[in-house]
């Protein structure tokens, strides 16, 4: 057993209401440069929809991620000879048009226009040449289903689905969508770690946070085409590549990362979880179906004794493994087993876990039936969105998964009816329990924990014992008066 | 043929030179040379007796046996040079060496009257033939290689990411495309 700590977090998408708040705290916090507008560490997507850049999600045509190549994993983008055969030519990085031409208003002339006829406008402007653009293209470009024809249409988890299935999506009257925000999913097994050339990018041993060494980057974009989900960006101004840091700083004074403290619907748990890093392998290795299973496994419990006695050995603080004891991210992944990773296909075993959105399966069904529990169980297969497609999104395609959360889901709602409306039958209640593998007590905590908590509940942020790093390599007075004044070595290569 | 006569400006200040160094009359008999000696020598695959550089690391010459070393280019090329100054110049040249750029090399270690022979005969014989177009076979050359980059480029090209979004739109990809 090899015990390390992960800062993980969970996304509850039922509770988003697509508002962008995340995003645009985010973009004011780290990506508010030059070369970088185009950079959305966090984004918001409708789906269905193709996402950001275009069609994220298929590896076909960006070879993101892992396959399985005999008995070894290999990155989808190549082996090191290919990588280093490419490595003047990346061939699977995304076109500017695939994110979009970064736009801005000249505000200027609304107030300096000579006095006319007409109302001045504010013409939107090219951030790359600078001159007057049509625009066609923006990171949420397809938000709220707009140009669903081409966009919602083209979504790779829809065109997997049958025909049948895919007019049911879009059937006038039953139109569908739900939020899906992205932020890095900071992988036990990340891919863009393993793509870059320069060994730039490195996991935090104490969190987990993945980040890019910016002195050693050497801006070669392997790690751009080699996370399948797109999370790294090239700074076109400083010619190194950037990605989300789970804003670290934050973390390390104890405050929740900004997308997280700014959410306005509260979807976002964050906590620390404890693995077992000498099971990534072969978690990594199962069939598609079993990855979610296998992910689950290589948690642990931070209440077990073995476990504590392990991560004591592996030198994790005791503060951490309370704060894992803590964790809401535990309780949602591996005690109530509702949250689930984002495309585990991909193999690299995403540590950013969302619990699907439960409403638009049940909104046709229940209205004005008694018989509730029979209908909706039975019909689970023809709920608005598919059970196919978001087995596609979040369990390898394994339908199974999907309907066990949504079952727990169900049950948590129906008893919930029962307590503040009273229309539910104690035995439909019951019944619903039963399928859902709930016990009353947890489906109150699972309440509890989805609506009514506070941040200090929803986001434990381990102690990251900075004193503790800063003592073992300098003195501490001396830190204090030195740190806090930037780099004191500028990037060499800016163009 | 305008061209050919600007050429000879070239040898300008070797009649100079001549004309104010008259041969010594110890220049060596050209017809008693032997001219396949003579190639070795230029070619420097005989070594100059005194350590000269041979001639062919500057000069290009359109004898045969040179290979793509016939066109050096460094120095003017000797192939017609035989013409221009007949028996008596050549010999007064091989004899003294007497230009800026060659006096450093040669002043201590001229030609023997041998090699001089051996070389005069050779030049004697290479005369009238034709100069090499060194000009036209680099230009093949740069074509050959551009047209290779061009189709590596093209082949390489061919299997890149071009564009997502834009074939959606336009209603080439999978989907359904815009609706109008």
């Not at chain 1, 790294?232 to 997308?259: D, F, H, I």
């Amino acid at each position: 057993m090899n015990i390390r700590a992960q800062v993980s977090s969970v996304f509850h998408l039922d509770k988003c209401i697509g508002c962008h708040t995340c995003s645009i705290a985010c973009k004011n916090l780290w990506t508010d440069r030059k070369g970088v507008e185009y950079m959305w560490w966090n984004n918001v997507e409708t789906k269905p929809g193709t996402g950001y850049p275009t069609q994220w999600e298929d590896q076909e045509k960006y070879h993101g991620g892992w396959e399985k190549n005999g008995r070894r994993l290999q990155l989808r983008l190549g082996g090191r000879g290919g990588l280093l055969g490419n490595i003047f030519h990346n061939p699977r990085l995304p076109t500017m048009d695939d994110y979009y031409e970064p736009f801005t208003y000249r505000y200027g002339e609304l107030i300096s226009a000579p006095a006319g006829n007409d109302q001045p406008t504010a013409r939107p402007v090219s951030m790359i040449s600078g001159r007057p653009m049509e625009i066609q293209a923006g990171p949420n470009w397809d938000d709220d289903l707009s140009g669903s024809g081409i966009y919602a249409a083209n979504d790779p988890g829809v065109l997997h689905l049958s025909p049948e299935q895919q007019a049911q999506m879009f059937a006038v009257e039953r139109l569908v969508m739900f939020y899906l925000p992205r932020i890095c999913n900071h992988c036990l097994n990340a891919a863009c770690v393993a793509g870059c050339p320069s060994g730039a990018i490195y996991k935090r041993g104490k969190d987990g946070i993945v980040l890019i060494n910016q002195d050693k980057c050497r801006g070669w974009r392997m790690c751009v085409s080699a996370c399948p989900y797109k999370k790294t960006y090239y700074g076109w101004a400083t010619g190194k590549s950037e990605k989300c840091v789970l804003c670290y700083p934050r973390l390390e004074a104890g405050e929740a990362p900004a997308c997280f403290h700014s959410c306005v619907g509260r979807i976002r748990y964050l906590g620390v979880l404890l693995y077992d890093a000498d099971r990534i392998e072969t978690a990594t290795m199962q069939d598609d179906k079993d990855l979610v299973a296998a992910q689950r496994q290589i948690i642990l419990d931070p209440f077990d004794p073995q476990v504590q006695a392990e991560a004591r050995k592996a030198g994790i603080p005791e503060q951490v493994v309370e704060a894992a004891q803590r964790s809401p991210v535990y309780l949602f992944v591996k005690k109530w087993q509702i949250a689930l990773p984002l495309h585990p296909e991909f193999r690299t075993l995403p540590m950013l876990f969302y619990v699907p959105p439960l409403l638009p399966v049940v909104s046709e069904e229940h209205l004005g039936t008694q018989r509730l529990v029979d209908d909706y169980f039975t019909t689970l297969e023809n709920a608005r969105l598919p059970v196919q497609y978001l087995a596609g999104l979040f369990a390898g395609g394994n339908t199974e998964e999907i309907k066990a959360v949504y079952r727990k889901l169900m049950a948590v709602r129906i008893q919930r009816r029962r307590i503040t409306v009273g229309d539910v039958s104690e035995s439909e209640v019951a019944k619903a329990r039963e399928l859902g593998k709930v016990s009353a007590e947890e489906i109150e905590a699972i309440f509890r924990m989805t609506a009514l908590t506070s941040i200090k509940q929803r986001i434990v942020i381990p102690p990251m014992l900075r004193e503790q790093a800063i003592e073992a390599g300098m003195d501490p007075e001396r830190y204090k008066q030195e740190m806090g004044f930037g780099s004191r070595r500028p990037p060499k290569r800016r163009w | 043929m305008r061209i050919g006569w600007l050429r000879q400006v070239r040898y300008l200040p070797i009649c100079f030179l001549l004309f104010c160094f008259p041969p010594s009359t110890g220049a060596a008999d050209l017809a008693a040379g032997d001219p396949l000696r003579g190639q070795s020598l230029f070619a420097g695959a005989t070594p100059l007796a005194q350590g000269g550089a041979p001639c062919l690391a500057c000069h290009g010459i359109a004898g045969r046996g040179m290979g793509m070393a016939g066109s050096a280019s460094f120095g003017p090329d000797l192939t017609t040079i035989f013409d221009d100054y007949g028996a008596e110049g050549i010999a007064a040249m091989l004899d003294d060496l007497a230009f800026p750029s060659m006096e450093p090399i040669y002043a201590t270690r001229p030609l023997t009257v041998e090699e001089q022979a051996d070389m005069g005969a050779y030049l004697a014989k290479t005369a009238g033939e034709a100069q090499l177009p060194a000009g036209n076979r680099m230009a093949g050359h740069v074509a050959i290689g551009l047209a290779v980059i061009t189709a590596l480029l093209v082949m390489f090209g061919r299997g890149r990411l071009h564009g997502v979004r834009r074939p959606l739109v336009l209603g080439l990809g999978t989907g359904q495309g815009e609706r109008r």
